[in-house]
């Protein structure tokens, strides 16, 4: 875990570590990586298109696999829903697109 003013970055993995920093570091911005988030767009044709994304919502940020390695998952949110305050951008090559909320 690293700090620095207004903000906290965590690996990811150790979801108790976070947990800890986020009473600790109450106002600030959690930045985490390991969940690799994916967008998925599709036509409902068979067309399917699986982006890297970045989450953001009020709190925290969720950063994209850098890796091409990484494919990444759908974001759901937690609890399996996105909140309506999270961001989600698709990452291609040439564009970044912001996708909205749920």
Do not use: C, N
């Amino acid at each position: 875990m690293h700090r620095e003013e207004g903000f906290v970055f965590h690996h990811g993995h150790q979801m108790e570590e976070m947990r800890a920093a986020a009473s600790e570091d109450e106002g600030s911005v959690h930045i985490i990586g390991h969940f690799h988030p994916a967008h998925v767009l599709s036509d409902g044709a068979g067309l399917r298109l699986k982006l890297p994304a970045f989450v953001q919502s009020d709190d925290h940020w969720t950063l994209p696999a850098f890796s091409p390695w990484a494919g990444g998952a759908r974001y759901t949110g937690a609890g399996g829903s996105i909140d309506s305050s999270s961001r989600i951008f698709a990452i291609h090559p040439r564009k970044i697109m912001r996708m909205g909320s749920a």
